[in-house]
């Protein structure tokens, strides 16, 4: 029998000194760490309630810009009206995400923390998992490994980030802001979630004990953008392959670009030869197929994933031409 401790935090400080004791866990909306505890893949000895915490609003920065409190709802943050008014992007990544069950429980942070869906991680009956067991081995590199990376991934762990809303997060240019022991401090999104490397256990840089307490946009900066996202079914489902596609254009030229894959890496992959390949240029068929190819540089298929790069080329493609008004 597994025992649990359950404690709701009053505040910030108090969550953070309630999560000092090693095995302690915070839960917002547990649509993640509930599931992944009924799997016994997590095992917290301590459940820290932050979701009655006050981090659930989201209000416009002086700078023109957005904070999204941490606890505030998938489903609030889609339907905020400054957030479909100026962060397009971003409501149509989340609504793209889970179920609207689902959507109305999670929150922002927890989001930012969710696991991936490798088969091998969320059933430990199926192999060993160098992510739930260090050094235990991967059981997805010779076994199916159809939706793993084909960007980033290390010999240790090929599994793939499933979270929408940091794709767009990230081609956003948002930033995540974290309290923790050691005080405040803010991580551009980009950096939050880290590649597998040797150390595949941590998603993210997070430390021992911190919580996240919000996510800051900058003042919005792309005029044209489109989230698409290709998955084995309608809705319901984690992507195959995401893409986040902003731009920014001077005349008839993109200014500046983002193009941000999802379901491809271990993190959000920011494809930055392919927004080079668009910098400066008009969008034109040609300048869309080298984008697109300049976002598959390095991919490396395995097994059962190599549909995923034509798969990514397409998506890039197809998402840029929307964006840019040419579909
Ligand atoms: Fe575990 Fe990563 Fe291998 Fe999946 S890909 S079994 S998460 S180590």
């Known amino acids: 029998m597994h025992s649990i401790s359950y404690d709701r935090a009053r505040d910030v400080a108090h969550a ?14 547990g649509t993640n760490l509930l599931d992944l505890y009924k799997s016994g893949v997590e095992r917290p000895v301590r459940l820290v309630d932050v ?3 006050p981090l659930a609003g989201i209000m416009e920065l002086p700078d023109g810009g957005l904070r999204i409190g941490a606890t505030a709802s998938n489903t609030a943050t889609a339907n905020h009206p400054l957030v479909r008014q100026r962060y397009r992007l971003l409501s149509d990544a989340l609504l793209n995400g889970a179920s609207s069950q689902l959507r109305n ?3 922002v942070g927890g989001n930012l923390l ?15 998992c160098n992510k739930r067991t260090p050094g235990a081995g991967c059981a997805a590199r010779d076994g199916y490994n159809r939706i793993h990376a084909i960007l980033g991934a290390s010999e240790q762990c090929i599994a793939t980030n499933p979270s929408d809303m940091s794709v767009a997060l990230c081609a956003l240019d948002a930033v995540v802001r974290l309290h923790g022991p050691n005080g405040e401090r803010a991580i551009p999104l980009a950096d939050f979630h880290r590649l597998p490397e040797d150390r595949p256990q941590d998603d993210t840089v997070i430390a021992a004990g911190e919580l996240i307490t919000a996510v800051d946009l900058p003042p919005p900066r792309f ?5 698409l996202k290709v998955r084995d079914r309608a809705s319901y489902e984690f992507a195959l ?3 986040a596609a902003a731009l920014e254009f001077d005349g008839a030229s993109v200014r500046d670009a983002r193009v941000v894959l999802g379901g491809v890496a271990h993190k959000p992959w920011r494809a930055q ?17 080298s984008a697109a190819e300049a976002a598959v540089q390095g991919a490396r298929p395995l097994e059962h994933n190599a549909f995923k790069i034509e798969l990514a080329r397409r998506a890039v493609e197809r998402a840029l031409r929307i964006a840019g008004g040419m579909a």
């Open 273 to 289: 030869a392919a927004e080079d390949a668009l910098r400066g240029e008009p969008l034109s068929n040609e300048t869309l197929r």
């Open 105 to 107: 429980m999670a929150t």
């Open 223 to 227: 005029t044209a953008h489109h989230y």
């Open 51 to 53: 979701s009655r915490l």
């Open 114 to 128: 969710q696991r991936t869906r490798c088969y091998y991680f969320t059933d430990p009956t199926l192999g060993p």
């Open 241 to 243: 392959v995401a893409v």
């Open 16 to 29: 953070i000194e309630l999560a000092r004791q090693p095995g302690a866990k915070f839960i917002g909306g």
